[in-house]
């Protein structure tokens, strides 16, 4: 086998040095393999197909212990060399770019010509396009824009078999029938590995407004979302936390700030506090919240009516939980401080995963150590989602290629 994967390319590394930097949570591949073009991905994928070898794809590693416990593996194949531009059309807002390429970097390109991508997962830059969009990881801009299913075009995918498809186009109106790009979309890499995708983008504010409001209790913080909701202000993100704190911008697109910030005002019912930026110095905040790897994170997933009830809730436990909340999207994410032994975490995870479900909603755990993963399944799906999910995996890998564990039933 390893003979084989040395024909197909030089960079093919069998060194331990390197191959223990691409361990995820102690399992380590033979070899590691570095693509640098979509003709040497669908090469990589074909001979492992061939030999039947487990394959773990690899962008810069930011989602590698996201979900459940990876299997073992033959080989790891990384993408973080395959990262230019292959076109950008901006009087269409438009553009296609490989895989590898960090979000960072695509963001820096395009707001040189005064656009920008509206996709700020927290802690985000420094990973690859194609990392964030098979997690489907979005921030707090999916209140209007939507996720990475809403702004996504078009995909180019390898299969388990080394072919290369596409699915979509660089057009909004360019489907007829079923968006097989939203299958891959968030299938963490089971299903096909992402090579390109083509991604809209949007015309540059000059200015943003940020608004902020404390609620006295979760009533009131509801309250204060229905407003939100109802309203017609073109509100691009909303943030809110477990302190009931809630934050909001929209941009001016040529309003003057004094007018925004009078109709927000009447139609929210409230004097906020504010403040002006460009958005060249836009940040949600959100970042510090999820850097920390130490604690156990949890992602809520409910109604929206319901954000403020998972507030009152972890707010009751004891310390409290810090958390924060996309409420447009009824995702709550809470980080589990306080517990050292594993079955603390996870007696606390199944309570929280029972209150979820009371709530309408369910709950993954999203980042955990090994013991933890070891004794809870993450992710909270119904038998409809796991038949269909197992199903896919069958028709589009059906040698089991890509390693299995992380997904839904440990796919």
């Known amino acids: 086998m390893k003979e084989a994967f040395k024909n197909i390319s030089t960079?093919?590394?069998?060194?331990?040095?390197?191959?223990s930097r691409y361990a995820v949570r102690g399992i380590r591949p033979m070899a590691v393999a570095h693509v640098e073009n979509t003709g040497e991905l669908c090469q990589w994928l074909k001979e492992c197909w061939h030999q039947r070898a487990k394959v773990n794809v690899w962008g810069a590693g930011g989602f590698q212990e996201l979900g459940g416990a990876l299997t073992a593996h033959d080989i790891t194949v990384t993408t973080s060399g395959?990262?230019?531009i292959v076109d950008y059309d901006h009087d269409n807002f438009t553009v296609t770019v490989k895989s590898g390429l960090l979000l960072g970097e695509l963001a820096n390109t395009v707001k040189q010509h005064n656009q920008f991508l509206p996709y700020n997962p927290a802690t985000g830059a420094d990973k690859t396009i194609g990392g964030l969009v098979a997690a489907n990881e979005y921030g707090s801009l999916c209140f209007f824009f939507g996720t990475a299913r809403d702004l996504v075009l078009g995909l180019k995918i390898v299969l388990a078999d080394g072919r290369l498809v596409r699915f979509g186009g660089k057009t909004m109106k360019n489907v007829a029938g079923y968006d097989l790009c939203k299958l891959f979309i968030g299938s963490m890499g089971t299903l096909g590995v992402i090579d390109e995708i083509t991604l809209k983008l949007y015309p540059l504010p000059q200015e943003l407004i940020r608004f902020e409001y404390s609620a006295g209790d979760s009533d009131a913080c509801q309250g204060f979302l229905k407003k939100i909701y109802r309203s017609n202000l073109p509100i691009w993100d909303v943030v809110a936390?477990?302190?009931?704190?809630?934050?909001?911008?929209i941009p001016t697109l040529g309003i003057a700030g004094k007018d925004l910030i009078d109709k927000v005002s009447s139609q929210l019912g409230e004097t906020l506090q504010h403040s002006s930026f460009s958005m060249r110095e836009y940040?949600?905040?959100c970042d510090d919240f999820f850097k920390s790897n130490s604690d156990t994170l949890v992602k809520w997933?409910?109604?929206?009516s319901r954000v403020s009830d998972v507030f009152a809730y972890l707010n009751g436990q004891d310390g409290g939980m810090p958390s924060l909340a996309y409420p447009g999207r009824g995702v709550v994410f809470t980080r589990i401080t306080g517990y050292e032994k594993t079955e603390q975490i996870v007696n606390l995870?199944?309570?929280?995963r029972d209150h979820a479900r009371k709530l309408d909603g369910r709950l993954n755990v999203y980042r955990a150590d090994i013991p933890v993963v070891?004794?809870?399944d993450v992710w909270d799906v119904d038998q409809n989602t796991l038949y269909w999910s197992k199903a896919l995996k069958k028709e589009y890998d059906p040698q089991g290629v890509f390693a299995s564990g992380r997904f839904v039933g440990g796919i």
Do not use: Y
């Open 374 to 376: 070891q004794k809870l």
């Open 241 to 249: 936390d477990s302190r009931l704190f809630i934050r909001f911008t």
């Open 82 to 84: 395959h990262h230019k």
């Open 349 to 352: 995870c199944k309570k929280f």
């Open 283 to 285: 940040s949600t905040g």
């Open 301 to 304: 997933i409910v109604p929206k």
């Open 11 to 19: 960079h093919f590394s069998l060194q331990e040095d390197e191959i």
